[in-house]
């Protein structure tokens, strides 16, 4: 799922969907669910033209014994030659795209299906085996929830710029932050508001960096951004950025708003360092002072 910014005043950005480009739609009555985001990930479940229910209960099709999916959740049925999807009256609903289905919705190609807290990616097509093999090696490098490199990813990539760096004297630096006050989100407005929260948070600031750039979910509500060729100053502006971008955008759950701010902290790889960890330490010890420092702020 992409967001694409819409400013409605210079001083907020609204978060809107923006059209992906699809694989064109192929002609099958077969496909697979691939878990991406919640418990089992990369469990497959093959989809034919047969009914079938994904909730919590033993007698469902899908089982997901998750709180936050209803006994019977959403059924999925093959009809006029597309996959549909309908809403059981969950209690909190289902999504395809982050849009809530409403009555009943297309489930098409690429399409992520999202019931309670778990995200399934719908396949579909005479290659399934293939699609099945490549998105499991994404899940590999990518956090299925925010679209953004996990913290696997991050280590290797980390570990690459520091071989750099000394190999070629290049300098870079790390920026690494969260989401203020986050355990307020998740007790406010639930579990659900939080991952959505996270989804918008990567979409929003992905789209605002360079393509060199890596950015990282590494933890929870924690991100990390490795910026190669980028001192200090180079770092610290871009970090300024990122810290009111966040403050601007309007984020919102089930059209409830929900105030999200960041804590920054910023550091520049040093030729006295031995590893990444103490670059990664020296960053996190500035985003905790970021933090003793009431927050909503950059700490270089």
Known sequence: ???????????????????????????????????????????????????????RSPQCEIQIDQESISRNHCRLRFHEGEFRVRDLDSTNGTYVNDDLVEEEGRLRHGDQLKVGRTILKFIVGDDIEVQYHEEIYRLMTTDGLTQLHNKRYFDEMLDKEVARAKRYKRTFSLLMFDIDHFKHINDTFGHLAGDAILRQLGAVTLGRLRQNDVIARIGGEEFALITPEVGLDGASELAGKINRLIRDTRFEFEGTRVEVTVSVGVAEWQSHYDAAEDLFKAADEKLLEAKRLGRNRVCV
């Open 1 to 55: 799922m992409q967001f694409r910014d819409q400013t409605t005043s210079p001083s907020q950005t609204v978060l809107t969907e923006a059209t992906a480009a699809r694989a064109p739609r192929q002609k099958s009555d077969s496909g697979c669910l691939i878990v991406i985001y919640g418990q089992d990930i990369g469990r497959r479940v093959h989809v034919t033209t047969e009914p079938l229910i994904i909730g």
